[in-house]
Structures are given as C-alpha cells and as structure tokens.
T-cell receptor, first 118, second 119 residues
C-alpha cells in the first residue's frame, strides 16, 4: 500500500464503548497528525507527533488518547465519547524535519474515519 | 493567533471555465506558508498548491494557480478549464512558522468552499 491509510473508514459506537482508530503511512515520514473535521467547522488540529514524540495537544479532552508506537503508525483511542464527537477524523503525515518555512513540507492526508457516536 | 477566511461557502462553475476561490488570512508573522487542498466526497484531503510568503512569483501547478497578494493578505486559488472531477470542497490553509525541529508542521484551515462544476 502507498500513502496514508486509515481504518476503519466508518465507525458507529455508543457513549460507553471503547474503540480505536488506526493510521498507517508508507511514505517514510516522521511526523503524524490527527485532525477533526466536524460539520460546518474548519478542520481542527488535535495532536502532532514528531519522531514518535507528542509535540502538540490542542486542548483535546482526555476521552481521546493518541498513541504513536513508531513513525509509521498512529492510533486514536476513544473512550466514553459524546455525540458531539461525531465527525470525520483525518490522519496526516509529513517529513517532520522542517525548520523555518523553507519548502512546502506538505501534509499528506488519509481518507479519514467517519465516527458516529450514538 | 492565525485566522483563515474563505467567504464563499459554495459556487457553481461551468465546465471548461475558470473559477477563483477566495482566501484571506490574518497573521502577524513575516514568514509563513499557504496551501490549498481539495476534498472530494471520498473524504481524502488532496494537496494542490503551495505558496511561501517570501516567494516572489505566484505558484502554479498545472491547471491550478495561486494569486498571492501579500499586502492584502490574500491567496486566491484559480482553477482554469474546470472539469467535472473538480467538484469538491476546497480548503485554504496556513502553516505556522516553525523554528523548532520537533514541533512538526501545523496547518490552520479555513472553512472551505464547495465547488460544483456543471456540464
């Protein structure tokens, strides 16, 4: 496989369930990201991992727990979510070596995991 | 804090015509990067074009060009010769200047513009 792969593509869960979203990148990148895309809201950055270290937590509630075991894999563990957490969760990766603003250092996104919380 | 504004929630364009998607941004930083992404109904965000704040020439990538007006803080996307496959959501995004290697590449996105190409 190539690019960024997210599984599952669709997930329906109750508020008391525990589930996980998985992201895998085959691009040799070192930085990985979780974004949340809700209806009628701009994409919101949730977490950033660079060389497996978390470098950004954008005030995300603790019911979302990220895990980055290596530079190719990123998980988002979900526990006791609320209906307002229903959204498209997008994973992305980038080279992760950037300093300053030289170069585009493009984020490559996966197709997303559509989460519905009942 | 940065802000990206896309004032056009949706627009129709005739096939084979050009369309301009507006994007304005607000930042106090001197160095930054601007991106445009396309999101078809499948959900994946597809990178289209990049403009660095110090780039003197407007970026072009095939049928995509970026009309960068730094003084006005605008970075409009122009799609020439629209095709039916161009129907999608289009997002403008800004990259924060990142002087720290470990911090990663953070993008702030606008609300998007939905484009529908009519045959």
């Amino acid at each position: 496989e190539t690019g960024v792969t997210q599984t599952p593509r669709h997930l329906v869960m109750g508020m008391t369930n525990k589930k996980s979203l998985k992201c895998e990148q085959h691009l040799g990148h070192n930085a990985m990201y979780w974004y949340k895309q809700s209806a009628k809201k701009p994409l919101e950055l949730m977490f950033v991992y660079n060389f497996k270290e978390q470098t950004e937590n954008n005030s995300v509630p603790s019911r979302f727990s990220p895990e980055c075991p290596n530079s190719s894999h990123l998980f988002l563990h979900l526990h006791t979510l609320q209906p307002e957490d229903s959204a498209l969760y997008l994973c992305a990766s980038s080279q992760g070596k950037e300093t300053g603003i030289s170069g585009a250092n493009v984020l490559t996104f996966g197709a997303g995991s559509r989460l519905t919380v009942l | 804090a940065q802000k990206i504004t896309q004032t056009q929630p949706g627009m129709f364009v005739q096939e084979k015509e050009a369309v301009t998607l507006d994007c304005t941004y607000d930042t106090s930083d001197q160095s930054y990067g601007l991106f445009w992404y396309k999101q078809p109904s499948s959900g994946e965000m597809i990178f289209l074009i990049y403009q660095g704040s110090y780039d003197e020439q407007n970026a072009t990538e095939g049928r995509y060009s970026l009309n960068f007006q730094k003084a006005r803080k605008s970075a409009n996307l122009v799609i020439s010769a629209s095709q039916l496959g161009d129907s999608a959501m289009y997002f403008c995004a800004m990259r924060e200047p990142n002087m720290i290697k470990a911090a990663g590449n953070k993008l702030t996105f606008g609300g998007g513009t939905r484009v529908l190409v009519k045959p």
